[in-house]
C-alpha cells in the first residue's frame, strides 16, 4: 500500500505527535509498505530517507503550548505536489483542525482521507469559532481516529461526528531491553519534559523536593529536556540544587536507559494532555509510575493500577506518594509488574495493525464506489437504468 501521512508540527523540534508519526511510518516500512510523510521541517533539519520537507516552521501557541506550525501558499503548493508525486492509496493527516499541513491537505487531497486527533481541550473555544471554517475540509474525511477517549470527546463536542480510538504506540521491547546506566541508578527520581513549558509540570515537582529530600536525602532528580535549567531551580533553597541534574536533550536510547534506569519516574503534568506516551514509555522500560490525576493518565494507567496517581498540582500529596514508594521497593516491583503487562495493548504490534485496518477498510470502500461510479456512467451511456 502507498501510504502518505502528514505531520502538523516542526519535524525538528521533538514532541508526541512526531515520535508517533516517525515510529508509524516505520512499522508500516517493516510491514512492507511504502510511506512518504509530509512534515514541516528547517532546511538544515537532518530527515530521514522517508519524510518530505513542507518548508520552516513559525511558532504559534495552541492546546497551551507553542507549536510549531507551516501554513500559507507556499506551503499549499507544496502539498499539491508531494499529493500528485506520492498517488497515495491513503493519506493520513494527523491533527486535522490545527491551522498546519493537515487542514491543507483536507482541502487539496482526492481518494481516501484518515485523520487521527491528538488533541484533548474540552474548553477550545478557538476550535468552536473555527467549526465553519474546518467543516467543509473535514467533511471529505472518510474515518476518523482519536488517541483516546478524552481527544475523541472533543472532536464530538467541538467538530461533530465520532472516531474510533485507537492509542499511540510504543515499541515496547525498545525500552525493555535497555540497558540501564549505572550512574542513574540508585535513589533516583525520573523526569523528561520541556522544562520552560509550565504544563508539563516540572514546578509542580520542584516545589515537592524539599519535603521529598527531607524524608530521604540520597535522592536524586534527573531531569532530561531543554529550556532554562538556572530559572527551573531559582525556587528550590540553594543547599538543595545539588540533588537534581540536568541532562539537556537526550537521544532515543538514553531516554529508554533512562526510564530502565530510575527508581521512580515522576509525570507532574497539569493539562492539556491527551494521552501520556510517556507513561506507556516508563511501563514499557519497568519504571514505576507516579503521575498526576488528569483523565487522560488516569486511563493509561488503567486508574491507577498500574502506576499511582496524585491529585493534580498537589506539590505536597505528590511529595508524599513519591517518599512512600521511594521507601516501599515491593509496592515499585508491583507496579513494575502490572505496567509491563498492561503496556502491551500499547505495542505497534496491536496499534500498527489496528490504524491499517481502518486504511483497508476506506480504500476498500473507494474502490467500492469508484466501481459503482464506472457501472452508472456505463449504464447511462448505453442508456440503460439502474435495476
Not at 503548493?77 to 508531494?82: D, G, K, N
Not at 465553519?132 to 467541538?158: D, F, P
Request: net charge negative.
Amino acid at each position: 500500500m502507498r501510504i502518505g501521512i502528514v505531520c502538523p508540527y516542526s519535524w525538528d523540534v521533538p514532541g508526541g505527535v512526531q515520535f508517533h508519526i516517525r515510529d508509524l511510518a516505520e512499522y508500516f516500512i517493516r510491514q512492507g509498505h511504502e510511506v512518504s510523510v509530509l512534515a514541516p521541517a528547517d532546511d538544515d533539519t537532518p530527515l530521514p530517507p522517508y519524510v518530505v520537507s513542507a518548508g520552516r516552521a513559525v511558532p504559534v501557541p495552541y492546546n497551551g503550548s507553542v507549536a510549531r506550525l507551516n501554513f500559507g501558499f507556499l506551503s499549499a503548493a507544496r502539498v499539491r505536489r508531494w499529493l500528485h508525486d506520492g498517488s497515495f492509496d491513503v493519506v493520513h493527516i494527523h491533527e486535522p483542525s490545527s491551522p498546519s499541513l493537515g487542514l491543507l491537505t483536507c482541502w487539496a487531497a482526492q481518494g481516501p482521507l484518515v485523520a487521527t486527533f491528538h488533541t484533548s481541550n474540552p474548553r477550545s473555544k478557538a476550535m468552536i469559532a473555527a467549526y465553519a471554517i474546518l467543516q467543509a475540509a473535514l467533511e471529505k474525511i472518510s474515518a476518523r481516529i482519536a488517541v483516546s477517549e478524552y481527544a475523541r470527546r472533543t472532536l464530538v463536542e467541538h467538530l461533530g461526528g465520532d472516531a474510533v480510538v485507537i492509542p499511540n504506540g510504543v515499541d515496547v521491547d525498545f525500552f525493555a531491553k535497555a540497558e540501564p546506566r549505572p550512574e542513574w541508578q540508585g535513589g533516583t527520581i525520573g523526569f523528561i519534559g520541556r522544562i520552560d513549558e509550565p504544563r508539563k509540570g516540572l514546578p509542580v515537582l520542584m516545589r515537592a523536593l524539599p519535603k521529598i529530600l527531607a524524608a530521604r536525602p540520597q535522592t536524586r532528580l534527573l531531569v532530561a529536556g531543554r529550556g532554562d535549567e538556572k530559572e527551573a531551580v531559582e525556587d528550590l533553597p540553594r543547599e538543595l540544587r545539588s540533588r537534581v541534574e540536568f541532562l539537556g536533550m537526550i537521544s532515543d536510547e538514553d531516554k529508554a536507559r533512562l526510564l530502565r534506569s530510575v527508581d521512580l519516574y515522576v509525570a507532574p503534568n497539569t493539562g492539556g494532555e491527551s494521552f501520556g506516551i510517556i507513561l506507556v514509555e516508563a511501563m514499557s522500560a519497568g519504571a514505576p509510575v507516579l503521575a498526576s490525576d488528569l483523565d487522560a493518565f488516569a486511563q493509561v494507567l488503567d486508574q491507577g493500577a498500574a502506576g499511582e496517581l496524585f491529585a493534580n498540582e498537589d506539590a505536597d500529596a505528590l511529595a508524599d506518594a513519591a517518599v512512600r514508594l521511594l521507601g516501599d521497593p515491593e509496592r515499585r516491583e508491583e507496579l513494575r509488574a502490572r505496567g509491563s503487562a498492561h503496556v502491551r495493548r500499547f505495542d505497534w504490534s496491536t496499534v500498527g495493525a489496528d490504524i491499517l485496518s481502518v486504511y483497508e477498510t476506506v480504500t476498500a470502500g473507494a474502490a467500492a464506489v469508484a466501481t459503482d461510479d464506472r457501472a452508472t456512467g456505463l449504464r447511462a451511456r448505453l442508456g440503460l437504468a439502474r435495476d
